[in-house]
């Protein structure tokens, strides 16, 4: 750039240009905190632009923007407000990222979600309470390996409810981490041991026979490509749910890692896609951003029009050929219960099965009364209990099959 | 084609009216070399749009068709091998060099889609389709070629781009596409056209229909388009339910509801929709319109 000190006007010009690119490079910031995943490929081009005479005209520079950044259709969306408010000065309804953390202390919800969870952080605040126990975990690693083995053990029959200990819960969270990644592995392994070739490729047996002056002698077999089992959990995270969703969500957390396809869903009143906040790897981090995104909770589950939602928005997307989807909830429906069968039947006829887990059906005298699971039911094809890890274990060679 | 008016016209003239936020697009498409993706529900239009570019453009529309299994031989280029082998058989006993020069020669190279559009001397819009339906593997392979534009076949070296094609990717959403291949394009959605939009499209491809029923059709889809439906219709649905209202003669909705109500299989296409749609339900939606 020092290339024209001679021009007069240049320093002026340099001071202008710094102060545009500033500006620009704030911008790009704004955008990324919001979601936005923009390279430097991005920013030079918008560079560009302003320089090719964009920037004289708001409108045109904020519709070839949009384009240039956005990348999904929820940027498309967002984009014209935070451009205005970032440009033009005007208030923008919400900035998701850094109001966020205020929320998400407020959730009601989500604070049960996180008490019944200890994260790294959670864990570190009960320790503060109870002073002692800072220095257990060291003592009881100390005892011995046979121990924590058949403690394990027990832990896979409690149910889930009955675990007060934060201790004994974050075993559980920890169980269920690694019942997520077994599952996994289990399943991809099976995946590859099946494929074989069914087909006679023609076209790839002349040419791999061409050394043979064309006489096939070696034959080129085509294979189906198997698509990998995909798993899509809805999550009931309402009151009636009690302390079962924390130990869900961490098993969620699990699969959502280990899965190669795997994307969760949370409801209660309403549907919220998850799948993001859980990728996260930190357990704890992950968490939190969940409590932003499920906010508004209180007042009954809507299955019904929870799973509306989802079959009008997200199933096109979520859903393949080799697609599970589990539901896990009470099917405790404060909505309107014949709306529940419907959207059940719509599901059913898009993916290969419904594993329906029902918490509460292990309970002594539980019968499927609540007229919302008594809907839902015949669409069902699993309907199983999901109250401690060992029957969430038992769920795996099911799923395998599919 | 430079400002956004003139491509505007430019596609407008091919049968294709834009919004000015297409234009945009297809303007900066042309100043950064980026391909366009366009997302958005299915009979949108989204494939018509690489069809009138071809066309405002006066060039060649090379289209591939990703689906499922798709691979490297099926879109960028494969050995002729039977016309090899006829040829080692026909020229047998002659020097194996000169056997191997003569079957991996330019006669021999079946040429697909995308090595197609990099070898043409006028740059074609390369339209492809559905990418989405594709694997991830193909994605990444194309997000390659993408950004270097040249292609190597072992036997014959490095093919370059001799012009760089006009690039616009569709995807219908069943799947999400990487992070990588959006960022790499310029995103534009398409949204089903308001009723203004949409009565321009009706008068552009229907011949004989009156500006008044274009409207009437354009307000009426729009309030289908606004009930609870399995199957929302889209554009090319809408055409259809025009060119047979216009084929059967009628002049206003009004006055005949019954036909209207008859017609409504060209937009509603389950049973589920059929359904619902009772002749009151036509009869509600005609008094919002009228």
Redesign the interface.
């Given at each position: 750039m020092s290339c024209c000190g001679t021009n007069p006007g240049f320093e002026e010009i340099d001071e202008v240009s710094r102060l545009v690119s500033g500006r620009l490079a704030a911008f790009l910031r704004t955008l990324r905190d919001n979601g936005f995943?923009?390279?430097l490929?991005?920013g030079r081009?918008a560079a560009?632009?302003m320089a090719?005479g964009y920037a004289a005209r708001p409108g045109?520079l904020r519709?070839?923007f949009?384009?240039?950044f956005?990348?999904?259709?929820s940027?498309?969306e967002k984009f014209d407000g935070l451009f205005d408010a970032f440009w033009l000065g005007k208030r923008v309804r919400s900035r998701s990222r850094t109001m966020a953390s205020g929320q998400a202390a407020n959730s009601p919800s989500l604070k049960t979600l996180q008490n019944g969870m200890p994260e790294p952080s959670a864990s570190r605040s009960t320790t503060d309470q109870v002073p002692s126990s800072d220095d257990v975990p060291e003592g009881r690693s100390g005892e011995g390996r046979m121990e924590g083995a058949s403690r394990a053990e027990n832990l896979a029959e409690i149910d889930f409810r009955k675990l007060a200990d934060p201790d004994q819960v974050a075993q559980a969270h920890e169980a269920a981490a690694q019942l997520a990644k077994v599952m996994r592995t289990r399943l991809t392994r099976r995946d590859l041991a099946r494929r074989r070739g069914y087909r006679l490729d023609l076209?790839r047996t002349?040419?791999r026979n061409?050394n043979h002056?064309?006489v096939p002698i070696s034959l080129v077999k085509r294979q189906r490509?198997d698509k990998p089992l995909r798993l899509i959990v809805l999550l009931d995270a309402s009151g009636s749910m009690g302390m079962y969703p924390s130990v869900f969500l961490r098993f969620i957390h699990g699969v959502l890692d280990e899965f190669r396809e795997a994307e969760a869903f949370l409801f209660h009143t309403r549907l919220a896609y998850v799948s993001d906040a859980m990728k996260e790897k930190d357990a704890g981090r992950a968490l939190d951003r969940l409590s932003i995104m499920a906010q508004g909770a209180g007042g009954g589950t809507r299955i019904g029009e929870s799973l509306q939602t989802f079959n009008r928005w997200h199933a096109?997307?979520v859903i393949?050929s080799r697609s599970c989807v589990m539901i896990v909830s009470d099917g405790y429906e404060t909505g309107d219960a014949a709306l529940l069968g419907r959207e059940m039947a719509?599901l059913a006829r898009r993916c290969r099965r419904i594993v329906w887990l029902n918490p509460m059906m292990a309970w002594e005298g539980y019968a499927p009364e609540a007229a919302g699971i008594k809907a839902a039911l015949p669409h069902v094809d699993l309907y199983a209990p999901a109250n401690t890890l060992q029957s969430l274990r038992a769920l795996e060679p099911y799923l395998a099959k599919l | 084609m430079k400002g956004r008016e003139e491509i505007a016209q430019a596609l407008a003239a091919s049968g294709y009216i834009a919004d000015a936020e297409l234009a945009t697009a297809i303007s900066l498409m042309q100043l950064l070399r980026r391909p366009l993706l366009l997302e958005g529900e299915a009979g949108v239009g989204k494939t018509e749009v690489a069809k009138a570019l071809a066309q405002a453009h006066s060039t060649e529309l090379i289209r591939l068709q990703c689906y499922e299994g798709l691979d490297q031989s099926a879109a960028l280029y494969e050995w002729n091998y039977q016309r090899q082998l006829l040829a080692i058989q026909a020229h047998h006993g002659e020097d194996a060099d000169a056997v191997e020069d003569r079957i991996f020669s330019e006669k021999y190279l079946l040429e697909r889609p995308l090595l197609a559009a990099i070898r043409r001397e006028q740059a074609p819009v390369l339209l492809i389709d559905e990418i989405d339906r594709a694997d991830d593997e193909f994605e990444a392979f194309l997000l390659e070629l993408l950004s270097d534009f040249q292609v190597s076949i072992p036997e014959l070296g490095t093919v370059s781009a001799v012009t760089i094609p006009h690039v616009v990717l569709t995807s219908n959403g069943t799947r999400e596409l990487s992070d990588a291949l959006r960022r790499r394009c310029l995103y534009h959605y398409v949204d089903y056209p308001d009723v203004d939009r949409e009565t321009r499209i009706i008068l552009a491809r229907i011949a004989n229909a009156s500006p008044s029923l274009s409207l009437q059709i354009a307000r009426m889809v729009q309030e289908i388009r606004k009930e609870d439906l399995r199957k929302v219709p889209g554009v090319a649905e809408t055409l259809d339910w025009a060119a047979a209202l216009v084929g059967l003669d009628i002049r206003d909705l009004n006055d005949a509801p019954e036909t209207v109500h008859e017609t409504l299989i060209c937009l509603l296409k389950t049973h589920e929709d059929r359904a619902r749609f009772t002749p009151e339900v036509t009869q509600r939606l005609l008094g919002k319109v009228a």
């Open positions: 995943r923009i390279g490929a991005e081009d560009a632009l090719e045109l519709s070839a949009k384009h240039l956005s990348a999904r259709k940027d498309w076209r002349i040419h061409i002056g064309g490509k096109a997307r393949h719509g | -």
